[in-house]
């Protein structure tokens, strides 16, 4: 079974729309870690936001706001008033305690296109 | 720019063969990871390294390893390469060994096995 699930799999929205982007994931451990990255067309990966499991507080970042919810296990992304700088594959990513270290499992990512 | 190095940029090679990938770490980070992104397969974490020392397997096969020097750049090693091996492969560095550092991703190798 997939730890992080993006049923999205591409999203086109035109300029100034607003856009939210899904993510479920799974996970047994009471203390893990949320991430969504940003992957544009040049190809590095650029770190957005981490949320830990007992801060369920929303986030607003400029226009990008993330909701998290425990309840439904689920850590969405939103845009508002898109543009189109904002077209690229993004991944949310859980992190999980693994031996010494941690695991990283990433979504299968959702391609945002923004039209002008 | 994410302060992460990765050479070369793009590798091409025969299958059989073996390659070596470099990552420089930001300075002050102390863990690196490295991943696979392929197509049909995503983005799968293989291996944590924290200080030289090996903290975290994921979906490392028995032909890769990796290794953290003393400097605390990193290499990942790929041998006897094969069709299915072409991806683009990154690194990333983190303060901590910890999930609850962010990570920072390197500009990735292509490797093209042929």
């Known amino acids: 079974a997939q730890k992080v699930t993006q049923a999205q799999t591409e999203i086109s929205v035109v300029e100034k729309e607003d856009v939210t982007l899904d993510c479920v994931y799974e996970?047994?451990?009471?203390?893990?870690?949320l991430f969504w990255y940003k992957q544009p067309p040049s190809g590095e990966l650029v770190f957005l936001i981490r949320?830990?499991?007992?801060?369920?507080q929303n986030e607003i970042s400029g226009r990008y706001s993330w909701n998290f919810q425990k309840s439904t296990s689920s850590f969405n992304f939103t845009i508002t008033a898109s543009q189109v700088v904002d077209s690229a594959v993004y991944f949310c990513?859980?992190?999980?305690?693994?031996?010494?270290?941690?695991?990283?499992?990433f979504g299968t990512g959702t391609s945002l296109t923004v039209i002008p | 720019d994410s302060g992460v190095t990765q050479t070369p940029k793009h590798l091409i090679t025969a299958t059989g063969q073996r390659v070596t990938l470099r990552c420089s770490p930001r300075?002050?980070?102390?863990?690196v990871y490295w991943y696979q992104q392929s197509l049909d397969q995503g983005l799968q974490f293989l291996i944590q390294?924290?200080?030289?020392?090996?903290?975290a397997k994921g979906n490392i096969l028995e032909r890769f390893s990796a290794q953290q020097f003393p400097d605390l750049h990193s290499e990942l090693n790929l041998s006897s390469l094969e069709l299915g091996d072409s991806a683009l492969y990154f690194c990333?560095?983190?303060?901590?060994?910890?999930?609850?550092?962010?990570?920072?991703f390197g500009p990735g190798t292509r490797l093209t096995v042929t």
């Open positions: 990333a560095s983190s303060v901590g060994d910890r999930g609850r550092n962010e990570q920072y």
């Open positions: 996970t047994r451990d009471t203390t893990y870690y």
């Open positions: 949320r830990n499991s007992f801060d369920e």
């Open positions: 990513a859980l992190s999980e305690a693994l031996g010494t270290g941690n695991q990283f499992y």
């Open positions: 300075s002050g980070d102390l863990s």
């Open positions: 390294y924290y200080n030289g020392e090996e903290r």
